[in-house]
């Protein structure tokens, strides 16, 4: 069953979110930045195995670092959209119909929403809420 958010819960929890998707996405980053670091050490070959292990160990700890970040956003009923822009949905109802009220990184309070079948481009001021 699913749980839907009034618009203060969504506030309250975009304030707990916000750090999190800031992390989330420093995270991609350096994940991608690692890969490079580990794609041009195995080019090199040579002696730096212990470098390498370093790498991937360090890479691994991201992941998990990010696995566990996605989790928590899951586990509070909130869909992640997109990393870079810290895009979520939060499940919520109009009028006893499903919505969502949409949120990103850079936003103050939530001030969106849009119906479940459209995406980001759909978005529309909740003034327009009917």
Avoid at 76 to 83: A, E, K, M, Q, Y
Wanted: hydrophobic share 45%; proline share 3%; charged share 30%.
């Amino acid at each position: 069953m699913t749980s839907y958010f009034d618009l203060s819960a969504a506030n309250a929890r975009v304030v707990e979110l916000r750090p999190l998707l800031v992390a989330l996405r420093d995270d991609r980053d350096e994940v991608a930045r690692s890969q490079e670091r580990l794609a041009r050490m195995r080019a090199a070959g040579g002696d730096g195995h212990a470098d390498l292990e370093r790498e991937q160990e360090r890479l691994t700890l991201i992941v998990r670092r990010m696995a566990s970040a996605v989790r928590q956003i899951d586990a509070w009923g909130i869909s992640l959209r997109d990393i870079g822009s810290g895009l979520v949905d939060f499940p919520a109802l109009a009028n006893g119909r499903p919505i969502w009220l949409c949120w990103q990184l850079g936003e103050a309070d939530i001030a969106w929403w849009h119906e479940l079948e459209a995406g980001v481009a759909g978005r529309k001021p909740l003034i327009e809420l009917e």
